[in-house]
């Protein structure tokens, strides 16, 4: 028989087997973490990597959110801006009410320096400016926003204004606004923003130069603290989001209307790190049960105790006619916890040219970061030879 038509076989016989069944993967005694509460009217806890939330109070609840607002105007303008572009500040930026980096009319800023402006110390100026510069307007800016919330999954969220000052349907939940974040964090620019403690820019009105300190107490008061933003209003009350690094892994925590939150975010967070420990899964090159298939990339995920016992693994092959089995791809290693798909990760043939090509690819990602985004072109040619071709040699 012929190597496709055996695999077609083996492919029928798999998906049959593997249908309404699954492998454990090894057990240990289920054992809850600790219940823990908060001061807040909503909270959430969540691993950035990996997007679990390990912890939540009413985390769909719509509520009031304040300045936490600024998390999506910074990612939408990081997003759709260009960071070197001068914003002009116009009439509507200038004296905004609330919390201002006290921007003059006409004033001319990089977009750069006016999201730290926004991020550190909340200026309602920089948000319209922003806004008004990125959008073309602030309705067009909104609905940015409300794009960039729907494409996330943000199903309790709808965004008014740039800024977050009080407005009737402008709301959000602890629990999106915790995805949100997570999404926010991973990209690098944000992450250096927000875990920046005081920022200097040119200020063309003044013989001296702005001088922003961030207004997140967090960066001094918790250690590994890199994030990301307070807020405030008299209807909203306190709102915060912070986030923290310690060993590799991230979490953030969002609470809402919450008289304690510098407290709660620290007894959060660290309940977070004790419980919900980054745990390896599985390893890159990790032969799995099917003959001669490895995992092509790591996968690890923040697990309480007990929960390696609830793991469940699937083998799926990819038939021979689909695009992704052309490419390479044998099948895929599908993880499961609690009957919630946690994970797909693609099987490739071991030693096979195309699971040689992805590891290329990676490092010559790896050196495309390093470069800060300089050679794309070279890089980006080698990587679509290593993807379709197996070739990893430039020229």
Known sequence: MNPALRLRAVVSAVVAAVVGLASVLPASAVAAPPPISSHAVASSVID??????????????????????????????????????TVKVGSAAYGKEGSSIYLHLGEEMTLHNMLYGLMLRSGNDAATAIAEHVGGSVEGFVFLMNEKARSLGMKNS??????????????????????????????????????????????????WDYRWINKNKMLNMYEGADGVKTGY????????????TRGGQQFAVVTLNDGDDWNDHKRLLDYAFKHYPSTSI???????????????????????????????????????????????????LELFLNGQRIASLPLFEDGSARFKAQEEATFLRAKFEERGGSGFGDIFRTMLKAVFTGETKEG
Not at 311 to 327: C, G
């Open 233 to 244: 209003t008299t209807l909203a009350r306190r709102t915060l989001i912070s986030s923290a």
């Open 48 to 85: 950035v990597e990996s997007g679990r939330i390990v912890f939540q109070e009413r985390g769909d609840e719509r509520l009031r959110i304040a300045s936490l607002t600024k998390v999506m105007t910074a990612i939408v303008a990081i997003e759709h801006g260009t960071l070197t572009d």
């Open 282 to 332: 599985v390893k890159r090159g990790e032969r799995v049960e099917s003959p001669n298939l490895v995992v092509a990339r790591s996968f690890d995920y923040p697990l309480g105790e007990g929960e390696i016992g609830q793991l469940r693994k699937k083998i799926v092959l990819e038939a021979p006619e689909t695009t992704d089995y052309r490419l390479g791809v044998r099948g895929k």
């Open 158 to 207: 709808s965004f008014k204004n740039p800024h977050g000052l009080d407005e009737e349907g402008h709301y959000s939940s602890a629990n999106d606004m915790a995805v949100l974040s997570a999404y926010a964090l991973k990209n690098p620019t944000f992450q250096e923003i927000v875990k920046t403690k005081v920022k200097s820019a040119p200020n063309p009105n003044e013989d």
